[in-house]
């Protein structure tokens, strides 16, 4: 099991010190995300959003290791590999989407299962894109009740959020709680590598 309550303090205080660029590149991701869902009824997002979430989660991986974070890395990362960003991540979407057809709990479960992926897609430049939903699926084994949990916690800021029209999330709750996944991944990253589930050199 992880500590929780560690990587969210961690994840906090990574945001408050880099608060400025952290706001910044929040709202760049949601407001490019807005904008080619909206614009195209979805069809755009498909190759737009997965390689733009990979580099997002590159950024707050930095951020939560107290490494500086710059907005270029959100394009530089994200799209320097497209190809193998995006069906990385549209696999996790497929896969997640056909699980979900057979009831809701299995696609959530499945959901947390691949919640990994952008991460190491991120992280990891020489994972193949299907390799990282395995990577992924062996790196969440055993701890997926504490991963939904993670999620629920966040459900105060969400109500929160809700009454100031959403506002609270995108200055705060949002870059909090991504950033505070991507220190998840690194928790379980090396606890997978730990136990043994993972080999060092397969998430080179």
Avoid at 100 to 121: A, C
Avoid at 128 to 139: E, G, Y
């Amino acid at each position: 099991m992880f500590d929780r309550a560690a990587i969210k303090r961690k994840a906090k205080d990574a945001v408050t010190s880099q608060y400025g660029i952290s706001l910044g590149v929040y709202l760049l991701f949601a407001l490019i995300t807005s904008a080619v869902t909206g614009a195209t009824a979805g069809f755009a997002a498909l190759f737009i959003i997965p390689p733009l979430a990979v580099g997002y989660a590159y950024f707050c991986v930095r951020v939560y290791k107290g490494i500086a974070g710059d907005i270029s890395d959100m394009f530089n990362i994200g799209f320097a590999d497209y190809g193998r960003n995006l069906g990385g991540v549209l696999w996790m979407y497929l896969f997640t989407f056909l699980w979900s057809l057979l009831f809701i709990i299995p696609g959530i479960i499945k959901g947390i299962s691949y919640s990994m992926t952008p991460y190491i897609l991120a992280d990891c430049p020489k994972v193949r894109a299907t390799d990282a939903l395995s990577l992924s699926m062996r790196m969440t084994k055993g701890h997926k009740g504490g991963i939904f949990v993670m999620y629920l916690s966040f459900i105060g800021w969400g109500v929160l959020s809700a009454l100031t029209a959403g506002i609270l999330w995108l200055v705060y709750a949002g870059p909090y709680m991504s950033t505070a996944f991507s220190g998840l991944y690194i928790v379980l990253k090396q606890k997978a590598i730990e136990s043994g589930a993972i080999r060092a050199e397969e998430l080179l």
